[in-house]
């Protein structure tokens, strides 16, 4: 389960794009260069909230010209409106000005998809645009939908009721939005947070998303997740957020109707009693989460990387465990 996000950023984000530039309507038509960019998904048919695992291609023909910038790769998700959903704007790896004639270029990403009141089929579109947005977008090879938005493929949200459904108990305060980005919501838990599932009987995965502050602590975080009778643990020694595809087992989550996945820090902190404090604010704050979400391992597909991780037995809070990373 994803922690809930205004359905009005959908919105605010077809504003956004309809006005990235006012020559935009005025383009005049222009030499396509030879590059064509191409999406697969882990699953075509997925649930609100859930995660997507995302493969990329650029496919730079022999005839290509070299781009004389580092272009972004700008990622839409649109409904049967035209309306843009959700985007998964990034930098392609590696950047366009070290792409070569006659390579292909493939990455893959996670991306979580919001909640929105909308299931059905969601056209998704590819390009290249200019940061910090000065200049055009790039013509490039494929079918373009208007202002060089090129159709890779198409996907079905289905209802988040498709989900594992996730209930959030003890540990966790009221979620909040980011200050940089009022569209992306987050939640900190105390030292110890807790929520359950109904038990799939299937291997699961456990998605988490989340940081910390970490030099409001005397020593370097540790998170310790445990779900059923597994567990890993993870130094949180960057400030910055991370992702973990946890992998869990079906007989770890035992026997019980319901499974409870616990996030436990080895240390919290308040930010008002902090010397000198970091602010007014007296709650017990452990681990700020951006996602957290729980699913079966057959629809998930495989998995690769270095956020991977095989669950090992639980441990407790901020002490070793036996997780394997994949």
């Known amino acids: 389960m994803t922690l809930r996000r205004p359905w009005v950023a959908a919105v605010s984000l077809a504003f956004m794009a309809a006005s990235l530039s006012p020559a935009c309507s005025r383009r005049q038509p222009a030499e396509v260069n030879p590059i064509s960019p191409s999406f697969a998904v882990n699953r075509e048919r997925a649930p609100l909230g859930s995660a997507l695992e995302i493969s990329y291609t650029w496919t730079v023909e022999p005839e290509a010209k070299p781009l004389g910038q580092?272009?972004?790769?700008?990622?839409?998700?649109?409904?049967?409106?035209?309306?843009?959903?959700?985007?998964d704007d990034h930098m392609p790896v590696p950047p366009p000005t070290q792409w070569e004639p006659g390579k292909s270029y493939t990455y893959k990403r996670t991306k979580f998809i919001p909640i929105y009141p909308y299931v059905g089929e969601v056209e998704v579109r590819m390009g290249l645009y200019p940061h910090p947005g000065r200049g055009e977008r790039p013509a490039l090879k494929g079918d373009d939908r208007g202002l060089r938005e090129y159709l890779v493929g198409k996907m079905e949200l289905?209802?988040?009721?498709?989900?594992?459904f996730l209930v959030y108990k003890d540990g966790w305060h009221n979620p909040e939005t980011h200050p940089e980005d009022p569209?992306?919501?987050?939640?900190?838990?105390?030292?110890?947070a807790l929520v359950s599932f109904k038990n799939p009987r299937k291997d699961v995965v456990v998605y988490l998303e989340a940081d910390t502050c970490v030099t409001c602590y005397k020593?370097?975080?540790?998170?310790?997740?445990?779900?059923?009778?597994?567990?890993v643990t993870?130094?949180?020694?960057?400030?910055?957020?991370?992702?973990?595809?946890?992998?869990?087992?079906?007989?770890?989550?035992?026997s019980d109707e319901w499974v409870d996945l616990r996030l436990a820090m080895n240390q919290s902190f308040i930010p008002k009693l902090m010397s000198p404090p970091l602010n007014d604010d007296d709650r017990e704050l452990g681990l700020l989460v951006y996602h957290l979400y729980v699913g079966e391992a057959d629809r998930v597909g495989a998995l690769e990387g270095p956020g991977v991780i095989e669950a090992g037995p639980a441990a407790k809070a901020g002490s070793p465990t036996a997780a394997k990373k994949s």
């Open 70 to 87: 580092d272009y972004r790769a700008f990622v839409q998700f649109r409904d049967n409106h035209g309306v843009i959903l959700f985007q």
């Open 158 to 164: 289905l209802p988040q009721t498709e989900n594992i």
């Open 234 to 254: 993870i130094p949180v020694e960057r400030p910055e957020v991370f992702l973990k595809k946890i992998r869990v087992k079906a007989d770890e989550l035992g």
């Open 219 to 231: 020593q370097t975080p540790v998170l310790s997740l445990s779900v059923g009778k597994a567990g």
């Open 183 to 192: 569209s992306v919501e987050r939640t900190w838990t105390k030292k110890e």
